[in-house]
């Protein structure tokens, strides 16, 4: 049972836009603790996507974006792309677990 | 280039140690907090370890499942980061990477390839 909730699926077409969403509580993001994203690709190490809830590191393309709002957060990916399919995961850090650093369960994204 | 290469695992009975290391280059190792997160097979992701930068007292903080089992520690002079890993159980059986952590965002922006822990009798 992760801290973080993300949906165990989503698809889409390529060229469509998709959102995943990770929901927290007050514990997490809700006291205003940032939210990352990674990415990660089969049989690979996880790629940090998105950090600090909206900021992407170099090298990732601008249709990657993240957005928080209260407990939640979001993953947005426009013109999908493959090339995108992958598990992706939010992460956060909670203040009842004395600062652990917690992840969502993971979302696997199948480009259609 | 920054580069994290992570070794030491294998196959282990349950009860034994093991000690991962992970080998940085392409940055002053001092100066940046190091992670340990792992993922059980078909697994998502689970943060274990994280020990702090130099210049914030090098202390260190452990996930629940794996406290007063698991030590991190950092050499400089290697430069490396280690896991020693204890009283291993079936349930620590995971891939482990060691990351590089962001000084303001907390967050892990370089990942290394992982070594594979297969804890079993």
């Known amino acids: 049972q992760s801290v973080l909730t993300q949906p165990p699926s989503v698809s889409g077409a390529p060229g469509q836009r998709v959102t995943i969403s990770c929901t927290g509580s007050?514990?997490?993001?809700?006291?205003?603790?940032?939210v990352h994203w990674y990415q990660q690709l089969p049989g690979t190490a996880p790629k940090l996507l998105i950090y600090g809830n909206n900021n992407r590191p170099s090298g990732v393309p601008d249709r990657f974006s993240g957005s928080k709002s209260g407990t939640s957060a979001s993953l947005a990916i426009t013109g999908l792309q493959a090339e995108d399919e992958a598990d992706y995961y939010c992460?956060?850090?909670?203040?009842?677990?004395?600062?652990?650093?917690?992840f969502g369960g993971g979302t696997k994204l199948t480009v259609l | 280039e920054v580069q994290l290469v992570e070794s030491g695992g294998g196959l282990v009975q349950p009860g034994r140690s093991l000690r991962l290391s992970c080998r940085t280059s392409?940055?002053?190792?001092?100066?940046?907090?190091m992670s340990w997160f792992r993922q059980a097979p078909g697994k998502g992701l689970e943060w274990v370890a994280f020990?702090?930068?130099?210049?914030?007292?090098?202390?260190?903080d452990y996930a629940a499942s794996v406290k007063g089992r698991f030590i991190m520690s950092r050499d400089a002079s290697k430069p490396i980061a280690y896991l020693q890993m204890n009283s291993l159980k079936p349930e620590d059986t995971a891939i482990y990477y060691c990351?590089?952590?962001?000084?303001?965002?907390?967050?892990?922006?370089?990942w290394g390839q992982g070594t594979l822990v297969t804890v079993s009798s």
């Open positions: 392409g940055f002053t190792f001092g100066d940046y907090a």
């Open positions: 990351t590089r952590d962001d000084p303001v965002y907390d967050s892990s922006a370089y």
């Open positions: 992460q956060s850090y909670d203040i009842n677990l004395s600062g652990s650093r917690v």
């Open positions: 007050s514990s997490n993001i809700g006291v205003g603790y940032d």
């Open positions: 020990i702090r930068s130099k210049n914030q007292g090098g202390t260190t």
